[in-house]
């Protein structure tokens, strides 16, 4: 691998790690592209070190309060999220590793993420915050990351419809979308480190480069993903994933992907 394809993968990582649009899509897709071995899994650890460095970044303060306050409720719903995506995970591992090598159920998986961006969209407004939540929004938003764990469902994406769905606020939606984020993210790098030979060995440039971009990228969407939930709608990524879902499609049809 190149530094120059280290760094496209990095970018697309951290940026759609955030944005509801999927990164392992995107990043089954690059790999396509550019011809990259698609089992470097020493790569892909350093690819979700550094969307996760992104994210205690942009979240710094709330991570700081949270270990300063233990028995905060937000514990709570987090732990109480994150167990139904590590069932879900250990569940689907091996039948979402064949579907990752074929790439086969890319469009449609595109397809369901803009369905479910469309209709969260079209729902009214709710102000819960995550102290609020109940021990079913929390189950309910845990189910729709672990689902993602298929290559072109978004987490982002439906973890945000998830909260929106059980009437939180948007930007509180986002808030415990991507601290949600940090056990699964690191869950997954912890699971492909356990399964590569990656122990012991120090990263190389391309490793270097590709975290560094991906963490600077995803620090990058994640406000770029507040700002928008504030002021747009998430109409416009249904259109995007939709039409991509569509030209992955003909390409497969065809022959070329």
């Known amino acids: 691998m190149t530094g120059m394809e280290a760094v496209i993968l990095g970018a697309i990582q951290g940026l759609t790690e955030f944005l509801p649009i999927s990164s392992s899509g995107h990043l089954v897709l690059a790999h396509r592209v550019l011809g990259v071995e698609e089992d470097n899994l020493t790569f892909d650890i350093w690819l979700h070190v550094g969307t996760l460095l992104a994210v205690l970044i942009a979240y710094r303060k709330d991570l700081r309060s949270l270990l300063a306050h233990p028995t905060s409720l937000v514990w709570k719903w987090l732990i109480i999220g994150t167990i139904p995506t590590g069932v879900l995970g250990y569940l689907l591992h091996d039948p979402v590793e064949s579907l990752f090598q074929s790439g086969s159920s890319l469009p449609w998986e595109f397809a369901i993420t803009g369905i479910v961006l469309y209709l969260a969209e079209s729902l009214p407004r709710g102000n819960k915050r995550i102290e ?126």
């Not at 021990?135 to 439906?158: F, I």
């Not at 963490?215 to 995007?240: C, D, E, Q, V």
Request: net charge positive; charged share 10%.
């Open 132 to 257: 609020n939540l109940r021990t079913s929004d929390a189950l309910w938003v845990g189910v729709c990351q672990g689902l993602a764990v298929m290559p072109a469902l978004s987490r982002s994406g439906l973890t945000l419809a998830g909260a929106l769905w059980r009437g939180m606020d948007r930007t509180e939606a986002a808030k415990y979308s991507f601290l949600l984020s940090v056990p699964a993210i690191a869950g997954a790098a912890l699971q492909q480190w356990v399964s590569s030979s990656a122990g012991g060995h120090a990263p190389g440039l391309p490793e270097v480069l590709g975290a560094g971009t991906a963490a600077i990228a995803g620090y990058l969407a994640i406000f770029w993903m507040l700002k928008i939930l504030a002021t747009r709608s998430l109409k416009p990524f249904a259109w995007y994933v939709w039409i991509l879902g569509a030209v992955v499609l003909a390409l497969q049809w065809n022959g070329r992907l």
